[in-house]
DNA sequence: CGCGCGGTTGACCCTAATCAAAACTGGTGG
DNA sequence: CCACCAGTTTTGATTAGGGTCAACCGCGCG
């Protein structure tokens, strides 16, 4: 069944019953969780041909909104479990496919705990650039659709560190921006050194 | 296939050739990641039942080392996928293992990269005394078998702010220590609600 | 007994947060 | 077309939470 978002838009709120799985046909989503008092963090960005809307319990873990217009493919929870049981090799990819997320998870949380502000914004970059390129979409410039509050939430920062970030960035020629959406990268060796912590 | 590890000793490191997965029979594992300049981030502890190994591509994502005296039983991903065939049922048990530990590693995000330091400790014991409570375990006192360095680096934390937090939480009557492994939860509403961010 | 290691405490520092204001940007309507 | 407004981004000044460095404590072990 399927679903068009506007950017903006919500397409479900942390502990809403889980009854649909989704693939996204075009656009991105942003999911993220919060504290009682407002307090964000940005889960993850998701586009073309990612899934979204794996639970374990029977509500959503996390919400899920539209950051450009967005069109998904919903499948109900029964219906999929008829086409897992038709396509068992369906599983097997599911599995790969949540693994897949948990070491992506996982290198987000060496990120959280371990990075400083610099290394954050190198390695989203170079994630983001990394994902283009497996997408075979043209890698430069480097196109951002989110904002930068978006950003600073899934990198545990402020709006005004990652802007400072991005300036320090240009003044050191790792980058230039045209308009804060517009990205080039300049120094794609250094980037990946600050991004891997190798460099200061 | 049965391995023993005595504390301190390692399973494998990041990059090894990612051949086993093991189901821990009895103990305690940590697993971490490394940056270059050798700041760590631990990933988890994982204890009796739970599944270590899992990997996307042919290396393991993060480092393996027993915290306490250990007993795993690994099987051979060969040997592992021709039980996979014999079985299909369980690889819809291990999507469940993965998606719930997904949904682990996103509140950890969540914990590293919004909560303070008072937040993430008291998570940690929430955390802690849930799992014991889940496995049927006396749930006081609680008894920490890694060391406080294991702690603040799973917590994105240093030595030092796990420490104050500990002595801090003392005196305002949240837990109660004898020695630095043993701790008792004295006030476990309050402790939740600093958990989740609901109180200063 | 004394050594060593992990943990605690203290003094000080630094990175990133907060608070505040200016510069842009895009959209609306006169 | 341009003035105006609202929202976002950038920049600046100051603060604070947690890191760093260092000393001290306490316990187990050779």
Do not use: W
């Given at each position: 069944m399927d679903v068009k978002l506007s950017a903006g838009s919500t397409l479900f709120i942390e502990?809403?019953?889980?009854d649909h799985l989704y693939n996204i046909s075009h656009g991105c989503i942003r999911i993220h969780k919060l504290l009682?008092?407002?307090?964000?963090?940005?889960i993850g960005f998701l586009t073309t041909g990612d899934f979204l809307g794996f639970a374990v319990r029977d509500g959503y873990a996390y919400s899920a909104e539209a950051v450009t217009n967005t069109k998904l493919c919903g499948f109900s929870r029964v219906k999929l479990e008829h086409l897992l049981q038709a396509f068992p090799a369906m599983e097997k990819r599911l599995l790969g496919i949540a693994a897949n997320e948990l070491a992506v998870a996982q290198d987000q949380m060496l990120l959280l705990g371990r990075k400083t502000a610099a290394e954050r914004l190198a390695s989203f970059l170079i994630a983001f650039s990394d994902r283009l390129l497996k997408a075979d979409l043209?890698?430069?410039?480097i196109v951002l659709p989110m904002a930068r509050s978006d950003i600073s939430d899934y990198l545990g920062l402020t709006n005004e560190t990652i802007s400072r970030t991005f300036t320090r960035f240009r003044k050191l020629g790792l980058i230039e921006l045209n308009n804060a959406e517009t990205i080039y990268i300049r120094d794609m060796k250094r980037l990946r050194r600050v991004a891997g912590g190798e460099e200061p």
């Amino acid at each position: 069944m399927d679903v068009k978002l506007s950017a903006g838009s919500t397409l479900f709120i942390e502990g809403d019953k889980a009854d649909h799985l989704y693939n996204i046909s075009h656009g991105c989503i942003r999911i993220h969780k919060l504290l009682p008092d407002g307090r964000r963090q940005v889960i993850g960005f998701l586009t073309t041909g990612d899934f979204l809307g794996f639970a374990v319990r029977d509500g959503y873990a996390y919400s899920a909104e539209a950051v450009t217009n967005t069109k998904l493919c919903g499948f109900s929870r029964v219906k999929l479990e008829h086409l897992l049981q038709a396509f068992p090799a369906m599983e097997k990819r599911l599995l790969g496919i949540a693994a897949n997320e948990l070491a992506v998870a996982q290198d987000q949380m060496l990120l959280l705990g371990r990075k400083t502000a610099a290394e954050r914004l190198a390695s989203f970059l170079i994630a983001f650039s990394d994902r283009l390129l497996k997408a075979d979409l043209p890698i430069s410039p480097i196109v951002l659709p989110m904002a930068r509050s978006d950003i600073s939430d899934y990198l545990g920062l402020t709006n005004e560190t990652i802007s400072r970030t991005f300036t320090r960035f240009r003044k050191l020629g790792l980058i230039e921006l045209n308009n804060a959406e517009t990205i080039y990268i300049r120094d794609m060796k250094r980037l990946r050194r600050v991004a891997g912590g190798e460099e200061p």
